[in-house]
């Protein structure tokens, strides 16, 4: 739909003999809005999440991607070693570890 509107846009700017200029603006409109609502957001929420995992600590209790309560036993560079029930410890990526125990049941309740 929008391509539609877009080569409409164009052509009839052609077809009245004038420039592509309307084109040109309805792209740069089209990028701005792209940007301002998907991918602003989106890299303001990355690097919030990036600040929550560098914060993490030892004896955090934490939620993994795979839907996983634990507690933070050990941090290194680039993974968390988590104890996820009595002397069962995993090793994951820190990618993978989305939020502490304690937000995610903050979220479950809005």
């Not at 030892?58 to 968390?80: H, L, Q």
Request: hydrophobic share 45%; no cysteine.
């Amino acid at each position: 739909m929008l391509t539609t509107i877009l080569l409409q846009a164009a052509g009839g700017a052609a077809g009245q003999g004038g420039s592509s200029l309307t084109f040109w603006i309805m792209m740069i409109l089209i990028f701005v809005v792209f940007y301002f609502f998907m991918i602003r957001p989106q890299t303001k929420k990355q690097k919030e999440l990036q600040k929550q995992r560098e914060a993490m600590k030892r004896g955090d209790k934490v939620v993994t991607a795979g839907g996983i309560y634990g507690i933070i036993k050990e941090v290194s560079d680039t993974t968390f070693l988590i104890e996820i029930s009595r002397d069962v410890i995993i090793k994951i990526d820190k990618g993978s570890v989305y939020a502490s125990a304690e937000d995610a049941q903050t979220e479950e309740k809005k």
